[in-house]
């Protein structure tokens, strides 16, 4: 076996992975459906192993439930569920800016962080906020928190909150296109650049605990999109993945 081929069983696997998921969360793949290797395989067009360990890693995503029979099936999610997994990254993401702060972040480190923030602040100051805008501002905020959990120094944190942002509405994004059809959009949009606004603050004066109280704070905007948004239900087309979500008893 050459060097390259398990770089390269590598990547189809991230492929499989990355195609499998979409589907799931595009509503395309229904909770309770099951899918088999031979199926996955014909969805992704990557042979076997690969596609093997892509559905172990959405089950250990969360997304796939192993049958004892063979092959996986889609899973549900309660209300609870998801905003458990909300409050999960909060909590990982308080710690990185925490770790952030008081590891003594640089001015260099800091001004990638501060250039996204300025670009942030000329999206979130138009007020109506069109759906592009929105788009642009869904780019824009994953840059955001990927940097600002960098600034922790620390792989296994950043590996956990890499972890968590994959599971279904969890990532800092997760609500945000479904928020654009809200009348209440332009407020939440502000309320979270001032979140981030102040925590960039924070890390810079080495406040740890006002950073991570911060960023716990912010989590939770995305517990009162979801909410939002089930409470607004005409506009659930434009979060598909809420398919996943169990009709309460």
Known sequence: MSERDPERSMSQTVRAQLALRDMILSGRLRPGERISELQAVEITGVSRTPVRLALVRLE??????????????????????????IELRGTLEGLAARFAAERGASARSLEPLKECLADLDQLVRKDPVSVEAFS??????????????????????????????????????????????????????????????????????????????????????????????????THLDLLPALALLQSPA
Not at 69 to 76: E, I, L, N, P, Q
């Open 60 to 85: 250990d995503e969360g997304l796939l439930q192993a049958i004892p029979s063979g092959g996986f099936m889609v899973k549900a999610f309660t209300e609870r569920d998801i905003l458990d997994s």
């Open 136 to 233: 642009a501002y869904v780019t824009m905020n994953a840059r955001f928190h990927a940097l600002l959990t960098e600034l922790s120094a620390s792989p296994p944190l950043i590996r956990q909150i890499d972890r968590v942002s994959a599971l279904p509405f969890a990532s800092p994004s997760g609500f945000v296109m479904a928020q654009s059809a809200l009348p209440e959009a332009h407020q939440i949009l502000l309320i979270a650049q001032d979140h981030h606004r102040i925590v960039v603050d924070a890390i810079e004066n080495r406040e740890g605990a006002r950073a991570e109280a911060v960023m716990r704070e912010h989590s939770r905007l995305a517990a009162r999109n979801l909410r939002l948004a089930l409470r607004n239900r």
